[in-house]
């Protein structure tokens, strides 16, 4: 089957925004074992945005648009494709009572406009999915053997609705069994990681292998179309096994769904472990990352941002004659920070961060540099990294880096 | 004048690679006045994308296609252009020279391999324009009042060569200048925000109004045409005044680069204050906002993160007994935070977050319950929120009216 995209939004062609849906949901595309041959973007223009479904509709089996359900004028995706398709748009009592519940605990100060209720309207006979995370629910119109499917732009509301909503009837759709196993790698290079598997990727055929490139990480995706999910499982998981003798502890997860902050979560609360972090350049983002795991709370009770020198001695009793001596970016004042650390929040792991995240360099060092140091019993590791990229992109690096740390530290 | 964007890739089809390319495009056509209406996707194949580019020429003045210039087979872009224009390929010996030398000085152990002259061929009569960091020349093919402009994909090739040829190239061929500003509103919600404006959209031409909901907050764009820089100034000017007597200190800028945390930051700084942060369900995400900011450590030296009660007594020396008696997760807790963590980081204002992010209730209190502390001097001030949403976006909306708090608080 033929899927196509349609993202709609005048900040997509203003440039304001980078369409992370079109490649959120190409690669969603792709695990379904659809094929997508065309991606469209269109402003909140009626006219445009009816071209480009027509167009959409005549080559697609699927068609997917994203953007434009917002309660504002200037949103036109569900008002255009009824017409479009030759539906009539009528009130969903439930979208509605969702809209209602939704705005009165998020907005309690502010007046329930007029145009809400414009949310509430779905095409007569449309398959309406919740939203759980904002007031446009999502819409699936099928016809003459072809579905629209329409998502809310926002990407923490039309990712959720995609995993829990979309997956199940694009599953229902599909003749065959799809089934894919992601393969998650932390500390080899992306393009080492290609290189690796350019033999299996060059052979393929079913099960198919893609390699993605994230934020420090590399994940290779296998997926396999069979009639069943025996059958599916059988033909990707010999492809796991070999990827796994290849990779060996560099993979830290083999489910898709499972982040590299769940593994260290799930390994500390095994290990009835305490974590403290103690973060400079990184001012708070990894633990940010770490409480993003709910049961956090069992492993994680305190953190420290100690941005300062003197709140590095304040805080976690690093030493004024390392800091002198050393600097504060570098493997002792590392060091020290993770140690420091344990002692006041009398934990069991002390992960610390120190480093330089731009734009101006520091101390006589470049840019980039950053030591991340893991305490453990007695064990102390200490790793120095050179990070490429704007400060948002060093300091997302060290934040990766460090769980990845923490997590062979705990191994 | 209308442009048009293709990129060019199986790449991005499969969601393998985010097109940025595309948001840099976009955004550069607006800054050259341009109306860009559509944006396509294709792959490298023959049929679609003389399909697409046919559709972009009849409809644009300026396509612009980036990627498929490569050296391989699967690369077409270059011949399927010069056969929908209708154009012969020539070699071009300036071309041929260029790609010797590159390939001698960065593929030194790489033979040049017969394809590689493949991208010394031009469509006859093009302008050509030369890739200082890659070997595939761009080209501008222009024929009956359009422009079709062939770019590199990888965006370290693309960005030097459209600011260095493209911007010369577009500089000539534009009459008219583009000019915008964007207020940005936190403390309104978007749809009361688009209510407040629509009289201004609907009598809109030039300027034009456009709403941007983000999280937690509203901007507003407003954008002329005119003849010069000085008559767009003219127009843009008095609608950026009635927006703000209508929103009055809801607008924290109208400064498009200038984001939440840099006005608070700014304003820190400007009346020397140190700020320190106690966060709780946030976990640190507050602080790492602040931290975006080059210069923060000026005003933030340390911040503290308390995710169990234990260490909220200990760390900032919240009460046991205000724990017990109105919990962790209550406006009394949120303050005794504040103050606390301005006593031991003898800082100037205290911003404390508390809440429940989820996915479970607790203390008897519902997911999305957030109380957020700001104290400076003798002023203390502490809100009530109830956020939608999943964790992640509890914690996000919560770090934005922390911020916003905050800037009230400066003011």
């Not at 007029?114 to 759980?132: D, R, S």
């Not at 099928?142 to 809310?152: N, Q, R, T, V």
């Not at 995993?163 to 065959?176: A, D, G």
Request: aromatic share 4%; net charge negative.
């Amino acid at each position: 089957m033929v899927a196509e995209l349609i993202s709609v939004g005048t900040e997509i062609l203003l440039g304001n925004i980078v369409n992370t849906n079109a490649a959120y949901l190409s690669e969603k595309c792709a695990s379904f074992g659809l094929s997508l041959y065309n991606q469209q973007v269109v402003g909140d223009n009626e006219d445009r945005l009816a071209d480009a479904l027509k167009v959409a509709i005549e080559r697609s089996d699927i068609v997917i648009l994203s953007g434009g359900l917002g309660p504002t004028q200037d949103d036109l995706t569900k008002e255009v494709t009824a017409k479009v398709m030759g539906c009539e748009l009528i009130e969903d009592a439930h979208s509605k009572d969702h809209i209602i519940s939704m705005l009165k605990s998020f907005a309690l100060k502010e007046n329930i406009t007029e145009n809400n209720w414009k949310q509430a309207f779905v095409p007569k006979g449309a398959i309406i999915m919740e939203n759980h995370n904002g007031t446009a629910p999502g819409i699936i119109i099928e016809k003459d053997g072809k579905s629209i499917i329409l998502l809310p732009g926002p990407p923490n509301e039309m990712i959720p609705m995609f995993e829990e909503s979309v997956t199940v009837y694009l599953n229902k759709l599909q003749p065959e069994i799809l089934y894919s196993m992601m393969v998650k790698i932390c500390g080899v290079g992306e393009s080492k990681v290609e290189t690796l598997v350019l033999d299996l990727i060059n052979g393929q055929t079913n099960p198919t292998i893609a390699t993605y490139a994230k934020t420090g990480e590399a994940h290779i995706r296998i997926t396999a179309k069979a009639k069943n999910l025996g059958s599916a499982k059988k033909m990707v998981e010999p492809i796991v096994e070999t990827l796994k003798d290849r990779f060996k502890d560099n993979i830290y997860s083999t489910n898709e769904n499972e982040e590299l902050e769940d593994v260290v979560v799930k390994e500390l609360i095994n290990k009835k472990l305490q974590v403290v972090t103690v973060e400079s350049c990184t001012g708070g983002l990894l633990a940010g990352r770490l409480i993003n795991v709910s049961g956090v709370s069992q492993v994680l009770k305190q953190g420290f941002i100690t941005y300062a020198n003197e709140s590095k001695m304040k805080l976690v009793n690093v030493n004024e004659s390392t800091l002198k001596q050393f600097g504060a970016v570098s493997k002792e004042v590392a060091i020290e920070m993770a140690k420091g650390g344990i002692i006041e929040a009398d934990a069991d792991i002390g992960i610390a961060i120190t480093g330089i995240a731009g734009p101006n360099a520091e101390e006589d060092k470049p840019v980039g540099l950053v030591y991340i140091a893991c305490c453990y019993k007695d064990n102390v590791v200490v790793k120095e990294y050179n990070f490429n990229g704007n400060r948002q992109k060093v300091r997302d690096q060290s934040v990766t880096k460090a769980l990845d740390l923490l997590r062979r530290c705990l191994k």
